[in-house]
């Protein structure tokens, strides 16, 4: 029986990709079988992971990107054409934002949390759709957040930018998964990762803290939520499109 997680001969574009969920994600899908284009504003991160995963026998990209800039994504999705000559997968795991409340945040600030969280999947999306819909197959891999799903004031622009690209989950889907391109998020609880324990830090809170909350007790690891990636990027989710899949250790005791 064909395996059905298998991505062997396939391409996907991680952005985000140095550290984090989008390294746990690209090394995942390199040892099921893809090649990978890493895309992110930092190259020393991208090329460290690259050669993570050239290790593992695959073909891998570092391509510094600003994924706010439409003109910048076209380019990331050409690179990958060009050198690694198609696109099926791309994971919009860019992402990000400080905490603060409501009343401190600038307009300037409003506006880069959403062109980073809500914008970059807009642009970036519509530009790889483009090759998956010729070829008549392709998924798309939104990374979410479960402030996305809750009242959380200290994040409000990201939380909002975030329901944002569960919403274009679903338009996208709609539009696209009767042409071959399924589209589908997973909203991220307390993952180990940088950007979590820099706001720990900034707070002066241990970072396991925000793992106790959750019915598992712990922060999840990147490459748990990658194997929920490599669900939606295979063929394993081929029944599945426009669904958001909230990953963050089960319910804690109040139910949230």
Known sequence: MK????LDGQV?????????IGRGTALVLARRGADVVLAGRRREPLEATAKEVQALGRRALAVPTDV?????CQELVDAALNELGRLDILVNNAGGAETKSIAKWTEDEWHQVIALNLGSVWFLSRCAA???????????????????????PQAAPYGAAKAGA??????????WTGKGVRV????????RAATLVDVAALHGVDPETFGRTNASGRLGDPEEIAHGVLFFASDASSFC??????????PGLAGI
């Open 166 to 175: 569960n919403s274009l989950t679903g338009s996208m889907a709609a539009a």
């Open 68 to 72: 706010t800039d439409p003109a910048q």
């Open 241 to 250: 499109s426009g669904q958001t899949l909230y990953m963050h250790g089960g």
């Open 12 to 20: 996907a574009i991680i952005t985000g990709g140095g550290t984090g």
């Open 3 to 6: 395996d059905r997680f298998s």
């Open 184 to 191: 589908n998020a997973i909203a991220v609880g307390a993952v």
């Open 130 to 152: 483009r090759p998956m819909l010729e070829q008549r197959k392709g998924a798309i891999v939104n990374i979410s957040s479960g402030a996305s799903l809750l009242s959380m």
